[in-house]
């Protein structure tokens, strides 16, 4: 391998600014990301699938591009990192599950078409939950995806690989989608930032879906402009999801540097009260507070609010996500793509007897338990009672924001109520580990855009924190403008990124990096 | 949206679901749980349930349900033909094809 | 009286049926739109192409593929509502049936609940010229499945080794028209059955919504029938509906009217039996006329219905629904009015076209250009003998109304007689091309040669020489006999008239 001249530490705008500049080309950018895949990756598992022929053939393409002075977009020659349950074709697509083992989809998802429209390099396919239902990366049919921060803990999920392999600078980029907070959540233990578009607001048309009415694609990055940027391409109308919003995607990088300037005069920020206090690690109250005063500091005023059916949230989102999650993994039945098991013992088996035994081996133990739980809240004779009910609470729900954004223009909140735990600690817990997307999961149910940015590392563990901003629909804007002004101040308070802080990453000593590298020798 | 024949299994205020119930609902996801699974899961679902439960009676008849969050109606496409996968394509997948088509086991049962 | 079925089920004599039992029908049509693209996707859904060609991710039910309505199918559905009478929906939704089938790539059928976008409406179906309100219940969207073909040694879905399947027909735009149920048809039911799917057809047919082959699917029937004790005369009360089985995908309208009979004399024999009736679906039997058992079904089947999340709601606006009212065709009713008296039918005669399900091809052979009571006469006599005899419909034959209308057209041009017409009809049939091309492919027309009719003659006076002097001392009646020789020396290819004038003018 030729020598690693590119900086893989600096954002996705800063390499965009290299190749506009000719600095850098995006064959070098692209295969300083692959050598880093290569050194860390053993270690940290946040790819399932790395196509470096493909990335560096775009990344080629790109560079051309470029030489013309005809780049597709401002991220032209930016390779970036796809979760794996985004259709791509030509690459496996696995959702992390063991029935899709091999799949390689006949065609691209949009947001995944939209990336090599504007000529962003796919390195690969991030790890996750299976079918994105975890918090923790942990039930992936193909290993857990480890923290950066410390190996022994979960990077979140249920997009854990993209999370990690962004904050281990194996992609400066990444796509996520989030259901339930599978974007921010992670984002906030690993001390990166995600965002959840407006519903609607993202083409869903090639995500797999978990719940339809729930997911969104959203960015995955290491900065607020970055996340901007990325959901500028992948963002706006798509004929072909019936739910895509008809409107132009807006300008979400200028709402954030504009953030970035630190003034925040005028602007109303409302603490939920029901998003606090019981529940949430100290540490991460304390750096959630801390936030909090840099915004006043900016000139934002702080109010609060109350959002009272918030507290069914959660119990809400567990009868509507595994309710239509029954439905969507009902394809998976070893018909027509897939894992195809036969059932031991039994001659010329039928379809029937097939898809049971292929459902049994093929689908995780999470992934049963959701099913069963949504067939269950489907049920005739517990409709009413689970499903319909649910369906009211959104309304609740959905009613509490459109109140508490009469008087506040931003919401927010710790975006996870605790730092990242250690791996196996809440697997065979599913009620604690559900508790991790208290926060996240209310803005999913009404389909309003929220981020997750770094708030720091808490006392206790020394950890990071993530600080949640929530807008009302289409105002994704806000979450960038608010979120960018945060992160301007935190970086002036820390001296730098907090990802610098971080014990196994830090260039200065070096030592990180070995650590690393001993670990992917051990893995493979 | 069905109607409701028979209310949930309750006692005490407590939804229970038994391990009977857990292996009809298996049936009718179609996932062959041994009995180990089913030592296992029925129990977790029962907690999962019971933490759900709460939601029972939040939201009365005046509130009208969201299954959409995004308020859009009337979204419909052109009667216009789009190309379509090659056959190669569509089969890709298959574990098993034949004459072009999917081979699959023995079907039992009628279409409903 | 009982009887027994090929296979072994007891039958009821039908006029014991009909002493003890009111039957009560409940029909569900299905409806394949002619759309060009299918309901979700851009697909294209024309019949017969090679297997798997019309397919992609949406219809395939591949991993992340979405949904996206046909507005076009919108339209239609709205159009058939319409013309049934029924309210349309100023709101409604798509909803999921859960089930588990190969032939059904998402293993969930994409249809419409409690929220149809056509309901309560009506029909008014004639019999015998007494006429009959069917209600209608319903009226929704959907998406069709796949087709399987199953490999073995049976080549039947049981026994089969396994199965192939072909996604070409999933997706493409279903209408259910569903009737609530038909009581007091009493021993008519077969036939009111019959007729109000045979009516459902031409209005879909006026509409232009469908291909509206039986034949080929694009209508299915499925047969509700259950029989209740019957009430004494003059009494009001009905008694209460008796359990029902649905014979499914009954697949043209003499099927339509064979299956409710089967499956009134069954019930009725379970029931004198002092059985009761399964619920259950069936399947008709073309070749054999029989049902068979099915699917053991239940009320609470468990679909797990819930709003599909991918699709947002439809929304009608009253103008829309006011402009596509429009565009509907005239009523059935006032449309046999009309046509009758355009073409100086008598009431029987009317009737009789209508029962022989000819009303479109008699006026679509008369828009080909034939006169009204030559297209009556072709469709009625001879072309409905043949559809008897080969146990198919009328419009199943396989003769287009633009055929009859030609081989008319060719009387009239003198170039062949009724009794040729018959034999360009044999031609027709075996495919062999237009009514010009039969007749010039089988030497059909007739000799205008005077030199060869003459011939005959001359031979025919020759061969009866009784007969011709009977001519001759003026009994010019005789000359039939001749008329008939002659006819058998030309093959039939002879003008009888000028055959006539010529054996006259010798003897004169």
Not at chain 1, 32 to 58: F, K, M, P, S, W
Not at chain 1, 101 to 121: E, H, N, S
């Amino acid at each position: 391998m030729t020598a690693i001249t590119c900086n893989t530490r600096v954002s996705a705008a800063e390499i965009a600014g290299a190749l506009a500049r000719g600095e850098t080309s995006s064959v070098e950018v692209t295969r300083a990301h692959l050598h880093n895949i290569e050194r860390h990756d053993g270690a940290v598992h946040a790819y399932l699938h790395v196509d470096a022929e493909g990335a560096l053939a775009q990344a080629a393409a790109a560079d051309e591009r470029r030489a013309n002075g005809a780049p597709a977009s401002a991220l032209d020659g930016v390779p970036i990192a796809v979760k794996d349950v985004l259709a791509t074709s030509g690459l496996p697509t696995t959702c992390g599950s063991k029935i899709l083992q091999g799949w390689v989809p006949p065609y691209d998802a949009t947001v995944v078409a939209r990336l090599k429209r504007a000529g962003l390099p796919i390195l690969g396919k991030t790890n996750m939950d299976e079918f994105a239902m975890g918090s923790s990366t942990e039930h992936s049919a193909y290993g857990p995806t480890r923290n950066p921060w410390d190996l022994d803990r979960i990077p979140g999920g249920s997009g854990g690989g993209s999370a990690a392999a962004v904050a281990s600078f194996q992609a400066p980029l990444a796509l996520g989608t989030d259901t339930g907070g599978s974007i921010r959540q992670p984002g906030a233990v690993t001390g990166t930032v995600g965002m959840k578009p407006t519903y609607g607001g993202v083409s869903r048309y090639g995500l797999v879906a978990m719940a339809n009415s729930l997911d969104q694609v959203g960015p995955v990055s290491r900065t607020v402009l970055d996340a901007a940027l990325l959901h500028e391409v992948i963002g706006g109308h798509d004929p072909l999801d019936s739910t895509s919003i008809d409107q132009p995607v807006g300008k979400l990088a200028d709402a954030a540097r504009r953030g970035a300037e630190g003034d925040l005069s005028g602007v109303r920020v409302g603490v939920i009260t029901e998003l606090s206090g019981e529940g949430y690690q100290a540490g991460v109250l304390a750096r959630f507070q801390e936030s909090l005063d840099l915004l006043v500091e900016a000139g934002a005023e702080v109010v609060e609010v109350s959002c009272p059916s918030f507290v069914h949230a959660l119990a809400a989102y567990y009868l509507v996500m595994p309710a239509e999650a029954s439905s969507n993994l009902a394809k998976f039945d070893a018909m027509r793509y897939g894992l195809r098991v036969l059932p031991e013992g039994v001659e010329n088996p039928s379809a029937e007897e097939v898809m049971r035994a292929t459902r049994d081996a093929g689908f995780g133990d999470e992934v049963k338990r959701r099913i069963i739980l949504g067939t269950y809240a489907l049920s005739s004779g517990y409709y009413d009672a689970f499903y319909g009910q649910a369906q009211k609470v959104r309304t609740l729900i959905g009613r509490d924001f459109a109140a508490a954004f009469e008087t506040a223009d931003v919401l927010v909140s710790p975006t996870a109520p605790t730092t990242a735990f250690k791996l196996g600690e809440k697997l065979d817990d599913p009620i604690a580990m559900y508790l991790n997307d208290l926060a996240t999961i209310p803005a999913n149910l009404a389909g309003v855009p929220g981020i997750s940015i770094p708030s720091g590392l808490a006392d206790e563990d020394g950890l990071p924190a993530g600080f949640q901003v929530l807008a009302p629909a289409l105002a994704d804007d806000r979450c960038y403008r608010v979120g960018a002004a945060l992160e301007a101040a935190l970086e002036r308070k820390w001296g730098g990124p907090l990802l610098d802080k971080a014990p196994g990453l830090d260039p200065s000593t070096g030592s990180g990096q070995v650590k690393l590298d001993q670990r992917n020798g051990d893995a493979r | 949206m069905p109607d409701t024949p028979g209310a949930p299994a309750e006692s005490g205020g407590r939804v229970q679901i038994t391990r009977e119930e857990v292996a009809h609902l298996a049936d009718l996801a179609r996932i062959d749980l041994d009995e180990a699974e089913l030592d296992h899961l029925a129990p977790q679902l029962s907690v999962i349930l019971e933490s759900v439960a709460s939601i029972k009676g939040v939201a009365g008849d005046d509130v009208p349900p969201t299954s959409h969050p995004v308020p859009l109606t009337n979204v419909f496409r052109e009667d216009v033909v789009t190309p379509s996968l090659t056959p190669e394509q569509a089969l890709s997948g298959a574990p098993e094809s034949e004459q072009q088509r999917f081979a699959v086991p023995r079907i039992l049962g009628d279409e409903q | 009286m009982t009887a027994t079925s090929a296979t072994g089920d007891a039958l009821l004599s039908y006029d014991d049926v009909l002493a003890a039992y009111d039957p009560a029908l409940g029909l569900e049509v299905h409806v394949e739109l002619n759309t060009a693209s299918k309901m979700f996707c851009g697909c294209p859904t024309e019949f017969g192409a090679e297997p798997n060609t019309q397919v992609c991710p949406t219809c395939l039910g591949l991993p992340g593929a979405m949904p996206v309505v046909n507005g076009k199918a919108v339209e239609s559905a709205i159009r058939i509502g319409l013309a049934l009478n029924c309210e349309i929906a100023e709101w409604c939704r798509f909803a999921r049936k859960n089930y588990f089938y190969p032939d059904m790539p998402k293993n969930f059928q994409t249809s419409q609940y409690d929220e149809p976008i056509c309901f309560e409406g009506w029909m008014d179906v004639e019999v015998d010229g007494e006429t009959f309100r069917v209600e209608i219940e319903r009226a929704h969207m959907e998406e069709d499945t796949g087709k399987s073909l199953h490999v073995g040694t049976s080549g039947r879905i049981h026994g089969a080794d396994y199965s192939l399947v072909d996604y070409n027909r999933a997706g493409i735009p279903l209408i259910e028209i569903v009737t609530k149920p038909i009581r007091g048809a009493g021993e008519r039911a077969p036939e009111v059955a019959k007729a109000y799917v045979a009516q459902l057809r031409d209005l879909i047919v006026a509409l232009g919504v469908s291909d509206a082959r039986m034949d080929q699917g694009s209508i299915r029937a499925d047969v509700n029938l259950s029989l209740a004790p019957k009430v004494s005369a003059g009494s009001t009360a009905e008694a209460p509906l008796g359990t029902r089985t649905e014979t499914k995908n009954v697949n043209s309208l003499r099927s339509v009217e064979r299956a409710v009979r089967y499956e009134m004399q069954r019930h009725a024999a379970i029931l004198a039996g002092g059985g009761s009736i399964l619920q259950e679906t069936r399947h008709w039997h073309e070749d054999t006329g029989v049902t068979t058992s099915g699917r053991e079904k239940s009320d609470a089947e468990d679909y797990r219905y819930f709003p599909e999340p991918d699709l947002v709601p439809v929304a009608p606006s009253r103008e829309w629904v006011e402009e596509l009212r429009g565009t509907l065709p005239e009523n059935p009713t006032q449309k046999r009015a009309r046509l009758q008296a355009e073409w100086g039918f008598t009431d029987l005669e009317m009737r009789d076209t209508v029962g022989a399900g000819a009303l479109s091809m008699v006026e679509e052979t008369i828009a080909a250009g034939a006169s009204p009571q030559a297209a009556r006469k072709w469709w009625l006599a001879e072309l409905a003998r043949r559809a008897n005899d080969a146990g198919v419909e009328l419009a199943e034959l396989g003769v287009t109304p633009a055929q009859v209308a030609g081989v008319q057209a060719l009387v009239d041009a003198g170039s062949i007689n009724d009794k040729l017409a018959r034999q360009v009809f044999d031609g027709l049939l075996a495919g062999e091309g237009t009514p010009e091309e039969v007749v010039e492919k089988r030497g059909l027309a007739i000799v205008s040669d005077e030199g060869a009719l003459s011939a005959a003659v001359d031979n025919a006076i020759a061969a009866n020489p009784d007969v011709a002097q009977k001519i001759r001392d003026g009994k010019v009646a005789a000359a039939g006999a001749l008329i008939g020789a002659v006819m058998k020396e030309m093959r039939g290819q002879a003008d009888a008239g000028r055959v006539r004038e010529l054996i006259l003018e010798k003897l004169a």
